[in-house]
C-alpha cells in the first residue's frame, strides 16, 4: 500500500508508518497539552485527554479525493482493500513504540508539566481518523476489541462509503459518519468519489449508523462558498443517521488543500455558529450546546442528554469498558462565548486540528 513516493512523502509530513498500512502521528492538540498549551475540543467535548491520544490510521488508502483533505493526490485510492494484512496485535504495538518515540522529546523541555509528559506516555485514547479509510482495514474489530482490553477507548471516523463494515463494525467508544455535502451533486463535487453509487452507499450508512448502540456523531466539515448551505437538506439526513451529536468544524487552509481552495473558503468561527443556529432550526430534537473556538467547531447534541439543566455529553470510561449502555458523563463546560474572533483567533489558526 506504500509506494516509495507516498512513504518518503509522509515521513517528512511528520508520520510514523507501522507495518505494511498503518500509520500514526502526533496530533498538533497532543503537542500543545502536553505543554499545558490547551487541548483539544474532544477534552471539552467528551472528556478526552489529549495528551494521552494517539492518533493513527489503519488503511492509507481511501475511497474519496475530498477538496478539502490535507492529503496530496500522491496518497493511495482504492474502491477495496489491496495488499498484505498486518496482525492487529502488531499494528497496535507498533502505533504504541511510534508514539512513544514521537514524545520522548517533549521530556527535555524546560517548561514541561512533568506530570503531563509521564501520563502522556500511557496512552488511553485512539483516534482511528488521521488518514484514509480505517473502517476498510478486513481486521479492524479484532483491532478495537484489543484496544479496548487495554482500556484504550476509540474514536473512529468513517466516510460512508462502506456501509457493511459500519453495519458489521465491533463497538466503538464513539462512531463518527462525514457528511461533507446536503445533495447528491454537491457531494460528488465536494468528495470526488471513486464509487459510481456513492449516494446509495451514504445513505444506507446513515441508516446503519442510527442502529449503532454506542454513542454516534455526524461530522459535517463546513467549506464556505461550497457546502454551508440548504440547512434543511442536511437535516433530513441527519435524521437518518439519528445521531447522538452532530459537530460542525470549519475547514482549514492547510496541506495539499491549499492546492484545491484558497483562504476565502476557511469560515470564521461564527459563520459556523451561525449556520449550527440555521440547522437546528430543522432538527427539534437538538440544541446547540458547546463550541471549540480554535478548532472552529460548534457541537450539537440530543436534547435527551440535559438531565435536569445538566448535559451528560461525556464520556464515563469505567462504565464504557464495563460495558454498560450507557456510559455518559456530566460535561460542565458548556454554552457559546459569544466572542467575536475575526480579528483575533482566526487570523492565527492551528494548522494541526
Not at 464495563?322 to 459569544?338: N, R
Request: with cysteine.
Amino acid at each position: 500500500m506504500f509506494s516509495k513516493e507516498v512513504k518518503q512523502e509522509l515521513i517528512k509530513q511528520q508520520y510514523r508508518i507501522v507495518g505494511n498500512h498503518s500509520v500514526v502521528k502526533i496530533c498538533g492538540w497532543t503537542k500543545k497539552s502536553v505543554k499545558g498549551e490547551g487541548s483539544c475540543y474532544k477534552q471539552k467535548f467528551y472528556g478526552i485527554q489529549a495528551h494521552q491520544c494517539m492518533q493513527m490510521s489503519t488503511c492509507l488508502s481511501c475511497a474519496n479525493r475530498c477538496v478539502f483533505c490535507w492529503r496530496g493526490y500522491k496518497a493511495p485510492v482504492s474502491e477495496e482493500w489491496q495488499g498484505e494484512i498486518d496482525d492487529p496485535i502488531e499494528i497496535i504495538e507498533g502505533s504504541l513504540k511510534q508514539q512513544k518515540g514521537l514524545l520522548n522529546g517533549f521530556g527535555g523541555f524546560k517548561k514541561i508539566d512533568k506530570k503531563l509528559f509521564n501520563e502522556c506516555m500511557q496512552v488511553k485514547h485512539a483516534a482511528l481518523s488521521l488518514t484514509g479509510e480505517p473502517i476498510l482495514y478486513p481486521r479492524i474489530n479484532e483491532l478495537i476489541d484489543e484496544l479496548h482490553k487495554r482500556k484504550i477507548s476509540t474514536f473512529l471516523v468513517t466516510n460512508a462509503q462502506y456501509p457493511e463494515q459500519i453495519k458489521n463494525l465491533a463497538k466503538v467508544t464513539q462512531l463518527y459518519l462525514s457528511l461533507d455535502a446536503p445533495n447528491k451533486e454537491l457531494l460528488k463535487e465536494i468528495d470526488l468519489p471513486l464509487f459510481l453509487n456513492y449516494w446509495e452507499r451514504l445513505e444506507k450508512s446513515l441508516e446503519y449508523l442510527s442502529k449503532r448502540k454506542e454513542k454516534t456523531c455526524i461530522r459535517l466539515s463546513m467549506i464556505k462558498s461550497m457546502n454551508m448551505c440548504n440547512p434543511e437538506e442536511y437535516a433530513e439526513l441527519i435524521k437518518k443517521g439519528d445521531p447522538d451529536f452532530i459537530e460542525c468544524k470549519g475547514y482549514m487552509f492547510v496541506g495539499s488543500s491549499r492546492q484545491r481552495l484558497t483562504l476565502e473558503n476557511m469560515p470564521f468561527h461564527e459563520d459556523v455558529v451561525d449556520f449550527s443556529n440555521e440547522l437546528i432550526k430543522y432538527l427539534p430534537d437538538y440544541e446547540v450546546i458547546s463550541e471549540h473556538i480554535s478548532s472552529r467547531a460548534v457541537l450539537i447534541a440530543r436534547k435527551i442528554f440535559n438531565r435536569n439543566g445538566k448535559w451528560f455529553i461525556g464520556i464515563n470510561f469505567e462504565k464504557f469498558f464495563a460495558g454498560e449502555e450507557d456510559y455518559s458523563k456530566e460535561i460542565k463546560e458548556v454554552g457559546l462565548s459569544g466572542i467575536k474572533t475575526r480579528d483575533k483567533i482566526n487570523a492565527k489558526f492551528n494548522p494541526e486540528l
